[in-house]
């Protein structure tokens, strides 16, 4: 880890997610982890995936942003870090959504570091494991450790490196979220609701259709579904599509 950390000092030179993936990966392996991602606080309180390492990684952070609870979150906004050894064994009154959705996750421990200092929040590392357990004291240690330097990085240059072209080691995932907004000012628009509540209109769609908040976005905004105030949704009709 402390070989990781020198080539993320700032002085390094790391442009592109070329650069940040062999980072990244090896990281991944120091931690014994199966996935690594980091999100970034916005301005609205809500967590902005930067970049993640793995498709397991991925789809955890994505079923946290569909739900709007779990472990990532809390622990940005308490500034704690929040350990998960076994996802199935969560008590329900914790995440009331992700206890049920948990057994059948492919990641089933989680480990949630804060980036920041004192009472500036700035983001969170999450590493997710397949196999239940808890880390060891040099992996916890390791990770703090990098979490520290991820944060520096944040707060000197307002992005984590390998980030300037919009990218992480496994694409774009700003376009993802970037996404999600337009989605959620278009359906505000439609219901004629202010933006939190068009949000949660759009995760709760998501939800109950068993597809990803990205997934519902997207066909919100290529105009393939339209929230109405009689459900969650309805298909848009295949001629008011041609005719954008």
């Not at 952070?61 to 870090?81: C, I, N, S």
């Not at 059948?104 to 969170?124: N, Q, S, T």
Request: a negative charge; glycine letters at 10%.
């Amino acid at each position: 880890m402390a070989a990781i950390l020198r080539r993320l000092e700032p002085e390094q030179t790391v442009k592109s997610s070329t650069d940040i993936g062999p980072i990244i990966s090896a990281a991944t392996d120091v931690l014994g982890a199966d996935g690594l991602s980091v999100s970034l606080l916005t301005e609205d309180e809500k967590n902005e995936l930067l970049w993640c390492s793995g498709d397991i990684a991925r789809c955890f952070e994505e079923m946290q942003l569909t739900l709007g609870e779990g472990p990532g979150p809390d622990a940005v906004r308490t500034g704690a870090m929040v350990w998960v050894p076994d996802l199935a064994r969560t008590r329900a009154e914790r995440w009331p959504v992700l206890s049920m959705e948990a057994p059948d996750l492919e990641a089933r421990a989680v480990y949630c570091f804060p980036l920041g200092i004192g009472a500036i929040r700035v983001g969170v590392l999450t590493a997710v494991r397949r196999m239940p357990g808890p880390m060891s004291a040099q992996q916890a240690d390791d990770a703090i450790a990098m979490a520290s330097v991820l944060t520096a990085h944040c707060l000197n240059h307002h992005a984590l490196p390998g980030t300037e072209a919009g990218g992480g080691p496994d694409g774009p995932p700003q376009v993802l979220n970037a996404v999600i907004h337009q989605a959620t000012g278009m359906a505000s628009a439609q219901l004629s609701v202010p933006l939190p509540q068009a949000l949660a209109r759009l995760q709760g769609h998501a939800y109950g259709s068993g597809r990803s908040l990205t997934e519902v976005a997207k066909d919100v905004v290529d105009r393939r579904l339209r929230l109405t105030d009689q459900g969650n949704g309805s298909p848009t009709p295949p001629s008011v599509v041609d005719k954008d």
